[in-house]
């Protein structure tokens, strides 16, 4: 097992600077010269070649590229040009907010998404189970900040009951944890009646009964245990969807959350800022997936013995 | 061709059209999937004939100051925005843009994609493992993101959103046509077509995709649903269709200030955004449905 976990994290190192190249390679496609972005257009060829120099934008882009990633490995993304501040600072102050998002998001998901899944699998065809799967189809067709909208129009301006945008207390998440996790937990019911299905299906299940085991105890013990891997994997993907999803919902509920603080970077065309909150992301979506995929392991012994046994 | 070979080619062709009849006939009898299609096939229709409807210029974008956020009426059915223009002239204008934003970035992207997958999954060894390495960064990067950070790097046009978008979405069609391919090239009748010395880019056409397509055209679907809600995402941030040009997510944005005194502005390009990605999902399930029996529950 201890094998497994090292060979997963060897295997991520080359994902991240992939995914830092990646990002480089994109953000380098911007038109214009950063210094003369960075000194206004009345500013002197000299000072202009000179700041150049200075920011290492006269490097090849591999050598920018290293420079990068030992910058980054230290936990230094580059200076903001905007404010003259660490990037990884900027970043690190407005973490909370969407992580606390896209953790409460998640949590919501699969509290709300798991069990309607498997109550719509058991009751099959059900008047419950026709309302649930409908209802999930409407859901992951909104757009979720257009949802958002709405959700504020209903019950912050007519009921007045939450607050439209902040972060102040916890009811300031109520809306936008609803707005983000609705659409995924819709995804994660279907994806949990579909499996849940399966296994009702198979022979062991079959078997069980015709032994006279309990009715919940098949549910419990042998359907939910085989029916739930795919959906553990699922929502870590979903969680990094989350994450980048936060995006738009932080826009609608104006919040401090590294999105807000990317798309305002992206508007002053601060782009170590930029680079910086897509690399951060992109890492915690990696590992995220690392967590989820060693989590997968603990619970299915059959891969645990396959990744010992494959060398 | 011998007679023996060219009569084995003809009942494939009517095994073949057997079949896909059948899967017409399993989609006519969902209901769901069928008012799904007339759904999406209305909202086409009106994106088709935007120009009868109303004028692009006139309604759409020239700004009438005396006429400025008015409450839906005979004159103006849904209503004007914050410039005076007639909301219906930018809805179905703007429905042009998103619809074809979504279909076109499904077609190339899953051109492109089922191409590399489909080469994957055909040859494996290096190839696969090169390409599916690369395929891993790019989707450990959130969907949006990409498209985002793509956007961002070239500028805010329609072009570049369209390129952004289908981008990021290469990975996955190349995912699924990798899987589909991977679980027919094992069979006989490759094995068949390869000993017949038929050349490779014949049999991956002929042979190995017909009997894949099934998952691709579903996955393609829902897709275009998908790629619809992306485009108005980064509109309404900004980063998508600019201003004065119609599209859903753009109208969006630019109501969210008067959202609270006229609402209307924001609910009905939402709900257009809204009842396009539920009318294709619909389809969508209705497919996959017709096109695998098995896999219904």
């Given at each position: 097992?201890?094998?497994?976990?090292?060979?997963?994290?060897?295997?991520?190192?080359?994902?991240?600077?992939?995914?830092?190249?990646?990002?480089?390679?994109?953000?380098?496609?911007?038109?214009?010269?950063?210094?003369?972005?960075?000194?206004?257009?009345?500013?002197?060829?000299?000072?202009?070649?000179?700041?150049?120099?200075?920011?290492?934008?006269?490097?090849?882009?591999?050598?920018?590229?290293?420079?990068?990633?030992?910058?980054?490995?230290?936990?230094?993304?580059?200076?903001?040009?905007?404010?003259?501040?660490?990037?990884?600072?900027?970043?690190?102050?407005?973490?909370?907010?969407?992580?606390?998002?896209?953790?409460?998001?998640?949590?919501?998901?699969?509290?709300?998404?798991?069990?309607?899944?498997?109550?719509?699998?058991?009751?099959?065809?059900s008047v419950l189970d026709m309302v649930c799967t409908s209802v999930a189809m409407i859901f992951t067709s909104l757009p979720r900040f257009?949802?958002?909208?709405?959700?504020?129009?209903?019950?912050?301006?007519?009921?007045?009951?939450?607050?439209?945008?902040?972060?102040?207390?916890?009811?300031?998440?109520?809306?936008?944890?609803?707005?983000?996790?609705?659409?995924?937990?819709?995804?994660?019911?279907?994806?949990?009646?579909?499996?849940?299905?399966?296994?009702?299906?198979?022979?062991?299940?079959?078997?069980?009964?015709?032994?006279?085991?309990?009715?919940?105890?098949?549910?419990?013990?042998?359907?939910?245990?085989?029916?739930?891997?795919?959906?553990?994997?699922?929502?870590?993907?979903?969680?990094?969807?989350?994450?980048?999803?936060?995006?738009?919902?932080?826009?609608?509920?104006?919040?401090?959350?590294?999105?807000?603080?990317?798309?305002?970077?992206?508007?002053?065309?601060?782009?170590?800022?930029?680079?910086?909150?897509?690399?951060?992301?992109?890492?915690?979506?990696?590992?995220?997936?690392?967590?989820?995929?060693?989590?997968?392991?603990?619970?299915?012994?059959?891969?645990?013995?396959?990744?010992?046994?494959?060398? | 061709?011998?007679?023996?070979?060219?009569?084995?080619?003809?009942?494939?062709?009517?095994?073949?059209?057997?079949?896909?009849?059948?899967?017409?006939?399993?989609?006519?009898?969902?209901?769901?999937?069928?008012?799904?299609?007339?759904?999406?096939?209305?909202?086409?229709?009106?994106?088709?004939?935007?120009?009868?409807?109303?004028?692009?210029?006139?309604?759409?974008?020239?700004?009438?100051?005396?006429?400025?956020?008015?409450?839906?009426?005979?004159?103006?059915?849904?209503?004007?925005?914050?410039?005076?223009?007639?909301?219906?002239?930018?809805?179905?204008?703007?429905?042009?843009?998103?619809?074809?934003?979504?279909?076109?970035?499904?077609?190339?992207?899953?051109?492109?994609?089922?191409?590399?997958?489909?080469?994957?999954?055909?040859?494996?060894?290096?190839?696969?493992?090169?390409?599916?390495?690369?395929?891993?960064?790019?989707?450990?990067?959130?969907?949006?993101?990409?498209?985002?950070?793509?956007?961002?790097?070239?500028?805010?046009?329609?072009?570049?959103?369209?390129?952004?978008?289908?981008?990021?979405?290469?990975?996955?069609?190349?995912?699924?046509?990798?899987?589909?391919?991977?679980?027919?090239?094992?069979?006989?009748?490759?094995?068949?077509?390869?000993?017949?010395?038929?050349?490779?880019?014949?049999?991956?056409?002929?042979?190995?995709?017909?009997?894949?397509?099934?998952?691709?055209?579903?996955?393609?679907?829902?897709?275009?649903?998908?790629?619809?809600?992306?485009?108005?995402?980064?509109?309404?941030?900004?980063?998508?269709?600019?201003?004065?040009?119609?599209?859903?997510?753009?109208?969006?944005?630019?109501?969210?200030?008067?959202?609270?005194?006229?609402?209307?502005?924001?609910?009905?390009?939402?709900?257009?955004?809204?009842?396009?990605?539920?009318?294709?999902?619909?389809?969508?399930?209705?497919?996959?449905?017709?096109?695998?029996?098995?896999?219904?529950?």
């Amino acid at each position: 097992m201890l094998k497994y976990i090292l060979r997963r994290l060897l295997l991520l190192i080359p994902i991240l600077l992939g995914v830092i190249l990646l990002i480089m390679f994109i953000m380098d496609l911007t038109p214009g010269d950063p210094a003369t972005l960075l000194l206004g257009i009345n500013a002197t060829p000299e000072a202009i070649e000179e700041l150049n120099d200075e920011l290492g934008f006269n490097d090849p882009l591999l050598v920018q590229y290293a420079d990068y990633i030992i910058g980054a490995l230290h936990g230094d993304l580059g200076t903001s040009w905007q404010t003259s501040r660490p990037v990884f600072g900027e970043i690190m102050s407005r973490f909370p907010v969407t992580l606390k998002l896209a953790v409460f998001s998640i949590i919501v998901t699969a509290i709300i998404g798991i069990p309607l899944g498997i109550i719509s699998a058991i009751k099959k065809y059900s008047v419950l189970d026709m309302v649930c799967t409908s209802v999930a189809m409407i859901f992951t067709s909104l757009p979720r900040f257009w949802l958002g909208m709405m959700l504020i129009l209903l019950f912050s301006v007519q009921l007045g009951w939450l607050p439209t945008n902040g972060v102040g207390t916890w009811k300031h998440y109520i809306l936008p944890v609803f707005t983000l996790a609705a659409p995924t937990a819709a995804k994660i019911m279907r994806l949990t009646r579909t499996t849940m299905l399966e296994t009702i299906r198979s022979d062991y299940v079959r078997t069980a009964r015709s032994k006279g085991a309990g009715e919940n105890r098949i549910i419990v013990h042998h359907e939910l245990k085989n029916a739930i891997l795919p959906v553990v994997t699922s929502l870590g993907i979903e969680f990094g969807q989350l994450l980048g999803g936060a995006i738009l919902i932080e826009t609608v509920f104006s919040m401090q959350g590294i999105s807000t603080l990317m798309i305002t970077a992206i508007r002053m065309k601060d782009t170590p800022l930029v680079t910086g909150s897509i690399v951060f992301f992109a890492t915690m979506v990696c590992i995220t997936m690392l967590i989820i995929d060693l989590l997968y392991t603990a619970i299915d012994p059959r891969l645990r013995t396959k990744y010992t046994k494959a060398k | 061709m011998d007679s023996k070979t060219a009569t084995v080619s003809v009942d494939i062709k009517k095994a073949r059209k057997r079949r896909s009849k059948e899967i017409i006939r399993r989609f006519r009898k969902n209901k769901l999937a069928m008012v799904g299609l007339v759904i999406i096939t209305i909202m086409i229709l009106m994106a088709v004939f935007a120009d009868v409807i109303a004028d692009y210029e006139e309604g759409a974008i020239r700004q009438h100051s005396d006429q400025r956020l008015l409450s839906p009426s005979w004159e103006h059915p849904f209503g004007t925005d914050t410039y005076g223009r007639d909301q219906l002239a930018r809805v179905v204008h703007g429905a042009r843009v998103s619809l074809s934003l979504g279909v076109f970035t499904t077609v190339i992207s899953l051109g492109l994609g089922g191409l590399l997958g489909a080469m994957c999954g055909y040859y494996g060894g290096v190839f696969d493992e090169i390409v599916m390495r690369l395929m891993d960064i790019l989707l450990s990067i959130p969907t949006l993101l990409m498209a985002i950070a793509i956007v961002s790097a070239l500028g805010p046009t329609v072009m570049n959103l369209l390129i952004a978008i289908t981008i990021s979405q290469i990975p996955v069609f190349t995912r699924v046509v990798r899987s589909s391919v991977l679980s027919v090239v094992g069979e006989d009748y490759i094995e068949a077509a390869k000993i017949g010395g038929s050349k490779d880019l014949h049999i991956i056409l002929h042979d190995v995709l017909p009997n894949a397509i099934g998952p691709i055209i579903v996955q393609g679907t829902m897709s275009i649903a998908a790629m619809i809600l992306l485009a108005a995402g980064l509109s309404f941030i900004g980063l998508g269709v600019q201003p004065p040009q119609p599209e859903w997510g753009n109208m969006l944005n630019q109501a969210r200030d008067n959202m609270m005194t006229h609402p209307y502005l924001v609910i009905i390009p939402g709900i257009c955004i809204a009842i396009s990605a539920f009318s294709i999902n619909l389809v969508g399930d209705g497919l996959r449905d017709a096109l695998d029996p098995k896999l219904k529950n």
